[in-house]
């Protein structure tokens, strides 16, 4: 078990190809590998995550990255959320309420009104988060939209 505490936990802004940015997502993708079978093959591109088009935070335990989340704006008031996770070693710990709360304060000061997202059954813990912070269904959307299936659950919530 990781001794620093969770008081020490800063959240950091970087660049979508950040080393520890993408450290954080591949061990995210070997979740999606583990749980269905396969990447989330969405594309995503860096510029994507940079403002005014979207934000990517680094979540630090010390020196160690230890969570990551993201958004991106999916049109003039809407952001989706992506790559939230935690690494296992750090979780229940609170540090993904920390990083979806930082995730929708830097989308409402983009000028966001409303945060939507892409999850799964698979994924109980992360629905059961959003659920407890307010994210109810909404209509399919997006990459995984066209090809909805009972394996990707649509959440949405709105900021103000």
């Known amino acids: 078990m990781n001794t620093v505490g969770t008081s020490s936990f800063q959240i950091v802004r970087v660049p979508y ?7 954080l997502i591949e061990k995210l ?4 590998v583990e749980r269905y ?4 093959d969405d594309e995503l591109a860096p510029e994507m995550f940079e403002p ?5 935070f680094v979540g630090y335990a010390g020196d160690v990255p230890a969570a990551s989340g993201a958004w991106r704006r999916t049109d003039g008031s809407k952001a989706e959320l992506k790559r939230l996770y935690v690494v296992p070693e750090w979780n229940r710990r ?7 709360a930082r995730l929708e ?6 000028g966001c009104d409303q945060v939507i997202l892409s999850t799964g059954p698979r994924q109980p813990e992360a629905i059961a988060l959003y659920r407890s912070a ?27």
């Open 105 to 110: 304060g830097s989308a409402l000061d983009a």
């Open 94 to 100: 609170g540090l993904a309420r920390r990083m979806l």
């Open 134 to 160: 307010g994210y109810t269904d909404v209509g399919p959307f997006g990459y995984y939209g066209d090809h909805a299936t009972e394996l990707v659950t649509f959440l949405g919530k709105n900021l103000n």
């Open 29 to 32: 993708q070997a979740v999606y």
């Open 17 to 23: 190809d950040h080393r520890d940015a993408q450290m």
């Open 37 to 40: 079978g396969g990447r989330d």
């Open 52 to 56: 005014p088009a979207g934000s990517f």
